[in-house]
């Protein structure tokens, strides 16, 4: 009897076992498709908001050039700007619920291709065609590797998937590579700010690591909330964990921090600078975060691994050339006005003798401390003429110049000059 079952019990089983392979494709596809779903999200996404800063922008400089005494939130190309705003970051978001971290975050360089191709389109000066290839030579290409470098991105990025539930996102966040991660960042963090705050080490790529480093924990946050925020719309309620609104909360301070370090260093440093090394830095180091809390790339091959890392070089490249050739800003040159000046009086005051204080930190010329340089005030020396005589044909110079003490000398008065008797 056992004999007789087995040949019909291995042909019953042979069916199962074969639609048991049949689902993996359908698996892929519909994981693929995800990603597909998400990157076209993000790239909707960064398209607008690219658009609706430049509106904003046009309103700004259209209210200046004008005489309307509107203020900019007054008008209807402002708010339009602003819905657009708001689209585009809700598409961005939603976006990380569909497809990994590690893919949605390089596709940012969307946004500079758009800024780039919508400020040659809207440029008021007219150039001459070979003027104009030559001008803009830099972009074309930059918007073609980036273009590449982004299809690179999405064809070969990471194809992880798992529901973003309340189990899942406290599992990833206790598990020792996150934890390691953080670890190193937050050491990173610490001795950054350090020589930021103390050392006064303003530089662009201090600046900009502590920008990248808060960012990366914005992401890995953004996608735990909106993926949680996905499966609950689907059915299964998961705004009753306590990691959801742990997650809301750092989402929410990452941001705000993030958002500071970016202003501070647009006060130093030119935009296209900020855009260029920010991209770069930031993407490195949130994709790092994304495959060390989410394991994006747990399951892929090296082939894949590695002409992602060349879509993300390829775009890094596209960005920089882009950025690079952006007209910079012509530096600011101080200076100080009379009625700012130390002990100065205002103008308007008639009647008041006013002369700068001698105690002041700045000398007003080169803007430089000298309060331990007592000879600033001194009399200022003109150079000596020896008086000539009995030569004819030699002009002798009409004043001659009188070598005074310190001491002999009145305040206000640098030389005492005396004509020929």
Not at 94 to 108: D, E, K, N, R, T
Request: a neutral charge.
């Amino acid at each position: 009897m056992e004999g007789g079952n087995s040949p019909n019990l291995q042909l019953q089983q042979l069916p199962l076992a074969t639609a048991a392979v049949s689902v993996q494709p359908h698996t892929d596809s519909f994981s693929y498709k995800e990603n597909l779903i998400g990157a076209l999200l993000a790239i909707f996404g960064h398209l607008v908001i690219s658009i609706a800063l430049n509106l904003q922008k046009y309103s700004h400089i259209r209210l200046a050039g004008s005489k309307d005494p509107r203020a900019y939130f007054k008008t209807k190309t402002w708010w339009c700007g602003l819905f657009l705003l708001v689209l585009g970051e809700l598409g961005v978001f939603s976006s990380y619920a569909f497809a990994p971290l590690s893919l949605i975050v390089p596709l940012s360089a969307v946004s500079v291709i758009a800024s780039a191709i919508i400020g040659i389109i809207f440029i008021k000066e007219k150039w001459k065609p070979k003027d104009f290839l030559r001008r803009y030579v830099l972009s074309f290409v930059g918007c073609g590797l980036a273009i590449v470098g982004t299809y690179l991105l999405i064809t070969f990025g990471p194809n992880s998937h798992e529901k973003m539930t309340g189990e899942n996102i406290t599992r990833h966040l206790v598990s020792w590579p996150f934890l390691l991660y953080m670890l190193v960042e937050i050491v990173m963090f610490c001795l950054l700010l350090y020589f930021y705050k103390e050392k006064n080490a303003n530089y662009i790529v201090v600046i900009l690591l502590l920008v990248a480093l808060l960012g990366s924990m914005t992401v890995v946050t953004v996608k735990a909330v909106a993926g949680m925020i996905v499966v609950s719309i689907q059915g299964n309620l998961q705004l009753d964990y306590p990691i959801f609104y742990i997650m809301l909360v750092c989402m929410i301070a990452t941001a705000i921090f993030q958002a500071t370090f970016l202003a501070q260093a647009s006060q130093l440093y030119d935009s296209s600078q900020i855009a260029s090394i920010g991209y770069i830095l930031s993407t490195t180091v949130a994709i790092t975060a994304g495959a060390t809390f989410y394991l994006d790339f747990t399951g892929e091959d090296v082939l894949h691994i590695c002409m992602f890392a060349l879509g993300c070089l390829i775009a890094f490249l596209g960005v920089f050339l882009i950025t690079r050739n952006r007209k910079k800003s012509v530096p600011f040159e101080p200076y100080i006005s009379m009625d700012a000046m130390p002990g100065m009086q205002n103008m308007h005051d008639k009647g008041i003798a006013v002369q700068p204080d001698l105690k002041a930190s700045f000398s007003y010329g080169a803007l430089e401390n000298n309060d331990n340089m007592p000879e600033i005030y001194t009399p200022a020396t003109l150079p000596i003429v020896q008086e000539q005589h009995g030569s004819k044909g030699v002009s002798a110079p009409p004043y001659r110049v009188l070598e005074h003490s310190k001491k002999d000398i009145l305040p206000g008065f640098s030389a005492g000059l005396q004509p020929e008797q």
